[in-house]
């Protein structure tokens, strides 16, 4: 079956923009995860969804992040007013249900913004 | 908060030869641990995972024992392939604490030389 899929692959855009990533999960996975990747910070966790809800934002590094998922289903990771220190990989996991142990996240290839 | 450490890269070994990456953790509650892959130009893969103590993930060759008592889970391979070149990534999460994400250690970059 398809995989978690992001859109776009590859982002530039001048410092100040706002911009707008997707992801579209696995069918049925009721889970959504937001990271990021950046060469000095490693794999950071942005923030997550259980359906529509996002009960934990506390990774969102300002408040000119923010993230919204409808449907229970598609996912948009917005980041405004950007600056370089945004330039990084984003990347997007879905789970099934969240439950207590070993829950495996599935990863899609990610967006790679680039902030100029 | 709940963390993961992990050998800095990168490693560059010869085929054939035995791969230990060491990883240690600190968490808040009893988590579970996974070691994920990215291969060159691709996305993130769940390579193996255990969810409690003295349980061993495996996978490919790969195999990782969870340790609680020394909060370690290394990952070793008896033998390497070309193939294997990747940066793996070890990482947690730790539901009992409220905390459904996962923690990711900085990477490894495994470079495998004929």
């Known amino acids: 079956g398809a995989g978690v899929s992001q859109s776009p692959s590859n982002k530039v855009t001048e410092k100040g923009k706002d911009v707008e990533l997707r992801c579209d999960p696995i069918?049925?996975?009721?889970?959504l995860y937001w990271y990021r990747q950046s060469l000095g910070q490693g794999l950071e966790f942005l923030i997550y969804f259980q359906g529509n809800s996002a009960p934990d934002k506390s990774g969102l590094p300002s408040d000119r992040f923010s993230a919204e998922r409808t449907g229970g289903s598609v996912s948009t990771l917005t980041i405004q007013r950007t600056q370089q220190e945004d330039s990084a990989v984003y990347l997007c996991a879905s789970s099934t249900e969240i439950r207590d142990r070993g829950q495996e996240q599935y990863f899609g290839p990610g967006t790679r913004l680039t902030v100029t | 908060g709940d963390s993961v450490t992990q050998m800095e890269g990168p490693v560059t070994l010869s085929e054939e030869a035995f791969l230990t990456i060491n990883c240690t953790y600190t968490?808040?509650?009893?988590?579970?641990l996974f070691w994920y892959v990215q291969y060159p130009g691709e996305g993130l893969q769940l390579l193996l995972k255990?969810?409690?103590?003295?349980d061993k993930g495996s996978n490919k060759g790969f195999e990782a024992t969870y340790r609680k008592e020394t909060t370690s889970f290394h990952l070793e391979k008896g033998s390497v392939q070309v193939s294997d070149s990747a940066v793996y990534f070890c990482a947690l999460s730790d539901p009992g604490a409220g905390s459904y994400q996962l923690t990711f250690g900085k990477g490894t970059k495994l470079s495998v030389i004929p």
């Open positions: 255990a969810t409690k103590a003295d």
């Open positions: 968490a808040t509650g009893y988590p579970s």
């Open positions: 069918s049925g996975h009721t889970a």
